[in-house]
């Protein structure tokens, strides 16, 4: 599967930014859904993830209640909604994909799971 990430940008402290990862090439909803960051200097960490029913979402804890991971399997999409935005969140975001798990229930948090990547999209926070 071929993904693409868009919607990156720059942004003030406390502004908003959705990004969105469109899949082709494969059955979307054989596939488990993760965004992922990484700031310079740091590893590559996990942000959200969800099922490929999109049922079941993850986030990590300085995460939740400001980002928000949907999927719309009409547009072979996934999406992450940020809110609230800080310097912190300054990094360029990944989508990823794992084909298989459980249709309901699992999402993945570990990067290595993953078979797919996009190519990354830029968030900018300025204070």
């Known amino acids: 599967v071929q993904l693409q990430a868009s919607g990156g940008g720059l942004v003030q402290t406390g502004g908003s930014l959705r990004l969105s990862c469109k899949a082709s090439g494969r059955t979307f909803s054989d596939y488990a859904m993760g965004w992922f960051r990484q700031a310079p200097g740091k590893e590559r960490e996990v942000v959200a993830s969800i099922s490929r029913s999109g049922s079941s979402t993850y986030y990590v804890d300085s995460m939740k209640g400001r980002f928000t991971i949907s999927r719309d399997k009409t547009k072979n999409t996934v999406y992450l909604q940020m809110n609230s935005l800080k310097p912190d969140d300054t990094a360029v975001y990944y989508c990823?994909?794992?084909?298989?798990?459980?249709?309901?229930?699992?999402?993945?948090?570990?990067?290595?799971?993953?078979?797919?990547w996009g190519q990354g999209t830029q968030v900018t926070v300025s204070s």
């Open positions: 990823a994909a794992h084909y298989g798990g459980s249709y309901y229930t699992d999402y993945y948090t570990d990067s290595s799971l993953y078979d797919y």
